[in-house]
């Protein structure tokens, strides 16, 4: 192993990889028996691995730079030449659902790993080629658009990240104006942003006519491996949001204003928790990273590895910087069976949760790549993943004070704030890529209508203070998964609402609701989402009654520490 900055990047062997697909697709349609598709399967997977690597090696320089021109010409040609292999790869998956020996290999491996086979037959194909090529294109010129957009600030040169923390300060004057200057930017991209969505639009619609698909949201149902719930079935959530959960948000918000003695809460005072000045984490990138390893060996054993082997290798990139992507990922590099961690440091309380949200991620995908054989099955669908990630924010409590110091009880009562109060936006977020991908003919004014109306069904304390931009409903397009993982988003809401059960039972008996968690992350994503649920000892956020009882407690610790402290 060695460190990320010394990984060696050269283009993958396409070619060589289309070959290999290919006899590995003549092996398994020639097989005797279970085992001889295993070998094929298995040996195929560490030439993927070894593509995979170079390919997310390629991608992570490039989202930490969009102007370097060698890592944006990479992608481009990774994505063109991967798409272009859509035929070898349908011709092994096809040989693999149709092996008379795939019962044997469910029984091995489980059903989920051939779901997902059959998944991706109905939803990838040669027919669109083109349309996934320029898909990709879009979704990189999205991504250096909001990067390189910058403005300047009180004497700053700053991006969207750097905007945000100045709409925390306790002045009034400055929060507003951050957010002028915040809003402006966006509205002077805004033609390009709904160009390029416009564009996504219409290509994503295409390519759902052509697979078969009556429109892009069944499609991407699929896509997404939404194999146990419907889009009635993200209805019914929003509306327990909706009935449950809005109207403690209001009270929240109602609370705040009071705490904040403003005389009408302003979405430039959202941010601000505390009129004193939220909690802001104590030290360099480097000193957080180092409380973030004491932390972790102190949590458990299998924590302190993980974050032991990620500091070792240096698998972060955290500051923010000119030209660096938007927002925080995790991904991975199988051949090292190394995850990463990608953020934007801004100086704020956000910095401390991309060591514990990210984490989380990084966490699981540690244990799995090293637990579970088949690499398909070592990350679970997003609705299972966003656990991992949002519960170990929760579990990291009892240690925020290395972080925020005598501020640690004040970090806390914001985090649970702003999951809770989050969860609306999470779902209007949803409703209005519903609401587009229903009308794929809309236009941009179609849109800010769209969102203006969700946001007020959902979030009715919203108040921009007279920006005709976000009055309009500009606001839709400040959420990059819009553009880059359509669909992507309600996730974190049912995410939240199960880390919100892990939550409750750590207050009654950590190291139960610790055995439940790591069981479920180990799992990775070996079953379904109803299955992993059960594995994982959590209730179903669709059944009727689970949004009530996975936020009570929460509701009544933010009444205490909050709304009546």
Sequence with gaps: MIR???????????????????????????????????????????????????????????????????????????????????????????????????????????KQLFRKIDAGLMTSDERIIAETIREGELRQAYQKATAVASTDFRGEKCNFYGLLKYMESTDRAERKEAFEAWAALYEQISGTLEEQYGEQVRLRDAKAKKMGFETYTDMAYIARNRFDYTREDAARFREQVRTIITPAVAEIREAQRKRLGVDKLRYYDEALKFPDGNAVPIGTEKELVEKARKMYREMSPETGEFFDFMTEYGLFDLETKPGKRMGGYMTRFPGYKAPFIFSNFNGTQADVDVLTHEAGHAFQGYLAMRSIPVAELTGSTSEINEIHSMSMEHFAYPWMELFFGEN?????????????????????????????????????????????????????????????????????????????????????????????????????????????????????????????????NLLNPFRDGTVEKSTAHVIEEIRERYIRG
Excluded at 32 to 37: C, D, G, L, P, R
Excluded at 41 to 46: D, G, H, N, R, V
Excluded at 476 to 492: A, D, L, T, V
Aim: glycine content about 6%; charged content about 30%.
């Design 408 to 536: 640690a009880e004040k970090y806390i009562t914001a985090h649970l704030v702003g999951a809770l109060c989050t969860i609306p936006y999470l779902v209007s977020v949803d409703e209005f890529q519903h609401e587009v991908y229903a009308n794929p003919e809309s236009t941009p004014a179609d849109w800010r209508r769209y969102w203006r109306e969700i946001e007020k069904k959902y979030m009715p304390w919203r108040d921009y203070d007279g920006n005709e931009f976000l009055e309009g409903g500009g606001f839709w397009m400040q959420k990059q998964h819009i553009f880059m993982y359509p669909f992507y988003y309600i996730e974190y809401a049912l995410s939240q609402i199960c880390a919100f059960q892990y939550y409750g039972r750590m207050k009654e008996d950590r190291k139960a609701a610790w055995e439940d968690y790591l069981r479920l992350c180990r799992a990775g994503g070996t079953k379904g989402y109803y299955e992993l649920l059960e594995t994982g």
């Design 4 to 110: 990320f900055s010394e990984m060696p990047y050269e283009r993958p062997d396409i070619e060589g990889l289309k070959a290999a697909v290919e006899e590995a697709t003549r092996k398994v349609r020639e097989a005797k028996s279970a085992a001889e598709v295993r070998d094929a399967y298995f040996a195929l997977q560490e030439k993927e691995e070894a593509s995979d690597t170079l390919y997310s090696l390629a991608y992570v320089r490039n989202t930490i730079d969009t102007n370097d021109a060698f890592y944006e010409g990479e992608i481009k040609w990774l994505q063109a030449a991967f798409a272009e292999a859509i035929p070898q790869f349908n011709a092994w998956k096809k040989a693999l659902a149709e092996s008379p020996f795939r019962g044997e290999l469910e029984t091995e491996f489980g």
